[in-house]
């Protein structure tokens, strides 16, 4: 399984950005793939997933801000990022991982960089 992440950059406080994921490979069916992202010095947390049947879930601390929705015919997942805040800024990984087995996968990651 491959997963190549792309959308990053620089975005001002209070703008949006939107960040995609396709994947390729052999991904299970019962899967779920989403986004977590990790700052400087911090460790890497759970942003947003979606289950294979268009389940979300959302932290909280971006929740009515992000949102995750899937093109299951482009194999992609995207992450809409909106009122960004400074808190918001890392790098961010794709992940897939298969229900039944818990295999996980990790694209390489978009930075994402927000100017106050």
């Avoid at 950005?17 to 390729?24: G, K, P, Q």
């Avoid at 990984?93 to 298969?98: A, Q, S």
């Amino acid at each position: 399984v491959q997963l190549q992440a792309s959308g990053g950059g620089l975005v001002e406080a209070g703008g949006s950005l939107r960040l995609s994921c396709v994947a390729s490979g052999d991904i299970a069916q019962l899967h779920i793939m989403g986004w977590y992202r990790q700052a400087p010095g911090k460790e890497r947390e759970f942003v947003a997933d979606i289950t294979n049947t268009d389940t979300p879930e959302i932290a909280d601390s971006v929740k009515g801000r992000f949102t995750i929705s899937r093109d299951d015919a482009e194999h992609t997942i995207y992450l809409q990022m909106n009122n960004v805040t400074p808190e918001d800024a890392g790098l961010y990984y794709c992940n897939v991982h298969n229900i039944i087995t818990k295999q996980h996968y990790w694209g390489q990651g978009t930075q994402v960089t927000v100017s106050s």
